[in-house]
């Protein structure tokens, strides 16, 4: 049994890898992940723009997809949609085989999005018509716009992957709005066991931005709270979870079938070189959550990872660590809204870089149909290859 397989079986977290490459569904690495124990996928769009940029894996889809007339923008998005399909096919099993518990596959909306209600609700209905299958996960950013997309989307059935949350009181409105969701769901007739939904609360980001503004302070009570942030307002997070999952609300909505919302320890690599490179994977470990992973802190975590259930352990001394951080003067829910606000901006560069890149190419290609795309083959493919340096 790998320890991914432990983690799962015994302390009731499920491991998703956080990346989808082409290459990994061609060469069947995804599948032998899955035989060890990953039991889902997620992307973002800097995922997805480094996996099309970083290889000539979709060169002939994106040349093929050119010739019938496509714009770049919905070849990119045929792009994204083709490795979604596969990767959902071989997560099928998993989903059909555990109660529809994992086996997900998510896909963000544009984060062009991101601060408009009702495009992001277009938008995430039009990849579940895209993406007809059952473990799908759409992916919608936490900005107060997205609150409300997804409280409407819950309230259509969708299955939805709430993603950029960075704290406690948006985390808060985002279980609201899954509540507020199947209520208005099942008052409508609906099944609440077709709908799922994990909420995605990073980790190793927001260690980083309190850590910079604690240096910055750089008073000895200041430097002395480094480095625990993350962790203890994850721990009070799962506290949330916990206490809201479990009133007469809830227990209504269970009782018609409903799942409850899993937390989701998102960016769970370290940042720090000082750091243990599996700390945000040991010190969040804990039933109903989900744990995601690169491959890197995957093989570490294999290699010299500790499992014990923590999570729930040290809740009142993150609770006094929040008002430490208070007292000098971090004040985490404006932090969070700055780290929502990075994170969609980067977001927003890696899909605009990808859609550049991706136009730069067409740029490369030949004019002249049937004559020097045949004879100057190599020598488009390497000007195709200068316009992805590039």
Known sequence: MTKLEHLYGHFGQSPWLDN?????????????????????????????ARSITGSHDYDEQFLELMAAGKSVDEAYWELVISDAGQALTVLRPVFDGGDCIDGFVSVEVSPELAHDASATIAAARWLRGRIAQPNLLVKIPATAEGVTAVEALIAEGASINVT?????????????AYLSGLEKFTANGGDPSTVSSVASFFVSRVDSEVDRRLEALGTDGALALRGQAAVAQAKLAYRL??????????HRLAGLGA?????LWASTSTKNPKDRDTRYVEELIGRETVTTLPEATIAAFEDHGTMARTVDNGVPQAAELMQRLAAVGIDMTALGRTLEDNGIAGFNKAYQDVLDNLKNLVAALPTAPGTTREKDSSDASRRRSHARRS
Not at 241 to 250: I, V
Not at 259 to 263: E, G, I, L
Request: proline share 5%.
């Open 259 to 263: 799942d409850v919302q899993r937390p």
């Open 241 to 250: 979870f916990s206490e809201q999952f479990s009133t007469k609300r809830w």
């Open 20 to 48: 989808l490459t082409r290459a990994y569904l061609r060469d069947g690495t995804l599948a032998r992940m899955v035989a060890d124990g990953i039991r889902g996928v997620t992307a973002n769009p800097t995922i997805f």
């Open 164 to 176: 950029l949350l960075f704290s406690l009181p948006r985390y808060a409105e985002i279980i609201e």
